[in-house]
């Protein structure tokens, strides 16, 4: 694994010891930020099921201001400040072991929204949509805010999760990504078209 682009790049980054976190490929990570980025301007990211940090840290390194990082699993929570030591990012970060729902909790407390949330956990785990939904109903999604959601290909996620508007499903064999924005109010009123379509193998961005 390594950073891909920006500031960071080509920078090695280590595993999660173990079988239980499933690290984004290259090849998958390097489509997504072809899609939401590629590069950002400040802005403020979420990245709650870290692993090894690997979507926060490449959004950082593509200039984005801030990341959060939360994962319950305390070798995660140790990687993920190991990689951020050496791209040399700590200083753009906050790290929390916590579950993601308590931790969407506690975030609420500080008040502050995120304009990139990436949602990436085990494929066991099926309700991402009700933890975005959350997220929003909390306040924590900004205006235009981008959401991400790694997840098995057999699982179908809805095209509309509260003001997010699915924008982007793409298949790499075993894994899928949605990606939805935060519509405004006028938007919010408008028809949702069907959203684009990779083919299933495909690494077109």
């Known amino acids: 694994m390594r950073v891909i682009s920006g500031q960071a790049k080509g920078r090695p980054l280590k595993a999660v010891p173990g079988n239980t976190t499933r690290p984004t490929t290259d090849k998958v990570k390097e489509a997504l930020f072809s899609m939401i980025g590629p590069y950002f301007d400040g802005e403020r990211v979420l990245d709650l099921f870290a692993g090894t940090g690997g979507l926060g840290i490449e959004a950082l390194s593509r200039g984005a201001g801030h990341a959060v990082f939360v994962d319950a699993n305390p070798r995660s929570v140790e990687v993920v400040r190991r990689n951020l030591d050496a791209v040399k990012m700590a200083g753009q970060a906050e790290v929390y072991r916590n579950d993601a729902r308590k931790a969407i909790k506690a975030l609420e407390r500080a008040g502050v929204p995120f304009d990139l949330i990436f949602l990436d956990p085990p494929y066991a785990m099926e309700d991402c949509d009700a933890l975005l939904l959350e997220l929003e109903e909390r306040g924590l999604t900004a205006d235009g805010a981008v959401a991400v959601i790694e997840h098995a290909a057999r699982v179908d996620y809805p095209d ?42 495909g690494t077109e961005p």
């Open 160 to 201: 509309r999760i509260g003001g997010f508007a699915r924008t982007r499903l793409s298949a790499y064999g075993e894994t899928a990504l949605s990606i939805y924005r935060c519509r405004g109010e006028r938007e919010a009123s408008e028809p949702i078209s069907e959203p684009e379509q990779t083919p299933e193998g």
